[in-house]
């Protein structure tokens, strides 16, 4: 099941051959001054892997899921920030388009997206509702043919210079979960106020994030994704693809410790030898490929299932949880095995440090994967409703 085909080896040695001569050179830049490369994220537009899973009719290649992986794998070994954009720009935000929107909506968004042309982003995380998707406070009314949002988002990635917003909002207070209905909103509409996150991020520097305010911001019914009261279903069935890019992320991060740690191991020299030549030294090295192995196969194996068109909701869930907490292991490690030096920024190793957190945090934190893992082995008692 894990072999790659020629096809997805082409799709993968593509995004390497991209990442080292158009992410690298800028990766490091982009995390210190705190700066969006939109140019970085064009080029990968116009070479084809921002569109991966759309279809050729709407701009995209049409890749399955796995070939998608490969790309996610081989970018976020580089810059997790350009990573965490295509997972949102493609597997959330064009991936939803595709499978929710009308015909129009996907002929108008779908090909500026795959090219970068338009920037998306996915408003769903608020003040006071995070984990707790459904305690969102955002307001979606009808009023005659339009419906009116009010409401606040916050640590929206992409929010800043996207062209057009996923947003979710409660339709129906009493329902809870089963009265958020999503929206496809185009950000220059009057009502559509944002502005940029001010503290200083522990990693992902190089991403853009908004606090978003909706102020009676006023959409045609055209605009719904899904039917009312079904924004969830959308939100959750967009977070599967969104969640194997963060898993795959993950496994690229991973990648790149290891690297890195191999490439110090061989060169430094302690008590005569070299660090690598230490047994406890090639603990930490054996581990840390043991640990990468298991997460690209969890990775691999949720993206199977996404392809074959199986319900991969756990599959997904495992590789994230697995991925990005045996990637956070592996910075840490890192780190530590170059001493001062992975102290500092000299080496790259600090910076997978600080980027791996988010990694373990958005789409789902690590307790919310083990909260689906787990609900989905014992089942719902009767009259369960959380
Ligand atoms: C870099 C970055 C980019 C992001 N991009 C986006 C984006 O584009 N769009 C978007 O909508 N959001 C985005 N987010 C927000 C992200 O999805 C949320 O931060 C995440 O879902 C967690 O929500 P929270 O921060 O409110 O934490 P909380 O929900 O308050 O959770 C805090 C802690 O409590 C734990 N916890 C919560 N509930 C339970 C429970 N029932 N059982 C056990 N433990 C629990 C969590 O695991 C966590 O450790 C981004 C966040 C970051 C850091």
């Known amino acids: 099941m894990f072999e790659l085909s020629a096809e997805e080896e082409v799709i993968r040695d593509r995004a390497r051959e991209l990442g080292e001569r158009v992410v690298r050179p800028e990766a490091r830049r982009s995390d210190e001054d705190r700066v969006f490369n939109r140019a970085v994220l064009e080029e990968l537009g116009r070479a084809g892997l921002v569109g991966g899973p759309i279809r050729k009719v709407y701009g995209g290649s049409e890749l399955g899921h796995r070939a998608q992986a490969l790309i996610y794998e081989e970018l976020g070994r580089i810059d997790s920030a350009v990573r965490g954009f295509l997972a949102v720009q ?21 090909p500026p997206l795959c090219r970068v042309e338009a920037i998306g982003c996915y408003c769903l995380t608020e003040p006071g509702a995070g984990s707790d998707v459904a305690a969102m406070s955002t307001r979606a009314r009808r009023d005659g043919a339009d419906w009116v949002i009010d409401g606040e988002k916050f640590w929206i990635t992409n929010g800043n210079v996207a062209d057009v917003a996923l947003v979710f909002a409660q339709a129906d207070p009493e329902k809870k979960h089963k009265g958020i ?86 060169r430094r020299r302690q008590f005569g030898q070299r660090l690598g030549d230490f047994q406890m030294i090639q603990k930490t090295i054996a581990d840390m490929h043991v640990g990468l192995e298991a997460a690209r196969c969890l990775t691999m194996k949720a993206a199977t299932d ?11 869930s495992v ?19 170059h001493g001062g030096r992975g102290y500092s920024n000299d080496y790259p190793v600090e910076r997978y440090y600080r980027d791996i957190v988010g ?16 609900r989905g082995l014992l089942g719902r008692d009767e009259g369960q409703t959380l």
């Open 359 to 374: 990694l373990e945090i958005y789409e789902g934190s690590s307790n919310i994967q083990r909260l689906i893992i787990a």
């Open 181 to 266: 209905t999503a929206f496809l909103v185009p950000t220059d509409q009057p009502g559509f106020r944002r502005e940029k996150m001010t503290a200083m991020e522990l990693g992902h520097r190089g991403a853009d994030h908004a606090r978003i305010r909706f102020e009676g911001l006023r959409v045609p019914d055209a605009a719904r994704l899904g039917a009312v009261g079904e924004g969830f279903k959308v939100a959750m069935a967009a977070l599967d693809c969104g969640r194997l890019g963060v898993a795959a992320g993950a496994v690229g991060v991973h990648a790149a410790c290891l690297d890195a740690v191999l490439d110090h191991a061989r």
């Open 319 to 337: 590789a994230k949880l697995f991925a990005t907490e045996a990637a956070a292991e592996a910075a840490h490690q890192a780190v530590l095995l």
């Open 90 to 110: 493609t597997g959330l935000v064009a991936s939803c388009i595709q499978a929710w929107a009308s015909e129009e909506q996907k002929l108008r968004w779908l």
């Open 306 to 316: 996404l392809d074959a068109g199986r319900d991969a909701t756990r599959a997904v």
